[in-house]
């Protein structure tokens, strides 16, 4: 099968098209034949080596990475697509279904595929219905991780006065459709360019950051959540309301009722997908190249089932 590998950190042209053995399920796992999947800040930050945070959290990266070179070659933490077979054991899925589904789990990862097998039990569910596998895609890591902080870490409940920090972003445009499914009221903090598409979303307020600065405003927000870790507590001090919490990424624990949860509620209409550019997996280092730049809003898609 055909895969986009890193043998080694490094630019985008470090990533290239090969041939590699199909896998086999095993026993309690499903093969997934991948449609779809996503090229993510994370992916772009482990390709090159970037590992944001202190001495002992970049060390702690690098050991889960490989010191000598990436452990897992082949990228890509979230994949949509068809399951073609299943192991001897598997009760859940059955060759046919369509999915939706994590790789994260173990730091396996290896969505940049044409095919993947993951545990019955993972990060894996039926797709929503009425959505297409590129808008469903991105939702086991993005929306999984909104979801995580802001009803579980965040406490968010309705009526809260929400700022989200890097609301145009896959992780933000999220973060502001769930916000306003919890009821509350939610500002988003993004560039001028954004503006439009954050009001599109739900958010009842935007601030332009070229312009203004969000810790300095005289709104008093109940939750902050700053999607891009560019902030700290003390410096939003002067915009929290009495008990207010302050939240900043730090990798949420994901479960299988999250996704579900998920589903749910995209079957509703409540939630939907910002794609902002989609590439084949020939064009996957075009695509990493436009990741790193740091403007993306939304999701990139990278279409495995096309060729360009």
Do not use: W
């Not at 909104?146 to 972003?169: E, H, M, P, Q």
Request: aromatic share 8%; charged share 25%; glycine share 10%.
């Amino acid at each position: 099968m055909r895969a986009a590998i890193y043998e080694e950190y490094g630019p985008p042209e470090v990533v290239q098209i090969r041939d590699i053995p199909k896998p086999t399920p095993k026993n309690n796992e499903i093969l997934i034949k991948i449609n779809t999947t996503t090229l993510h800040r994370g992916d772009t930050r482990m390709r090159a080596l970037l590992i944001p945070g202190s001495f002992i959290e970049k060390f702690m990266g690098r050991l889960y990475l490989g010191f000598n070179g990436p452990k897992s070659k082949v990228l890509g933490m979230e994949v949509a697509g068809e399951v073609e077979s299943v192991g001897d054991n598997v009760s859940s899925f059955r060759p046919g279904d369509q999915v939706f589904a994590s790789t994260m789990e173990g730091l396996k990862f290896g969505g940049h595929a044409e095919y993947i097998c993951l545990p019955e039990d993972g990060l894996v569910a039926l797709k929503p219905t009425n959505m297409s596998f590129e808008e469903a895609v991105a939702v086991p890591t993005s929306a999984i991780a909104a979801l995580i902080y802001l009803r579980d870490t965040g406490k968010i409940r309705s009526g809260d006065r929400v700022l989200i920090v890097g609301a145009s972003g896959a992780l933000g445009t999220y973060g502001v459709q769930i916000a306003k499914y919890f009821g509350a009221m939610v500002t988003g903090v993004c560039s001028t360019a954004n503006l439009k598409l954050v009001r599109s979303i739900g958010a009842d307020h935007v601030i332009d950051y070229t312009k203004e600065d969000f810790t300095k405003g005289n709104e008093k927000y109940d939750l902050i959540f700053d999607t891009l870790s560019i902030s700290s507590k003390s410096e939003c001090k002067g915009v929290l309301a009495s008990g207010g919490r302050y939240i900043r990424t730090s990798g949420p624990n994901p479960k299988r009722d999250d996704l579900l949860f998920l589903k749910e509620i995209m079957e509703a209409g409540k939630l939907k997908t910002v794609i902002d550019r989609r590439y084949t997996l020939d064009q996957i280092v075009e695509a990493h190249r436009y990741v790193d730049k740091g403007h993306k809003k939304g999701n990139v898609i990278i279409n495995v089932t096309e060729t360009g």
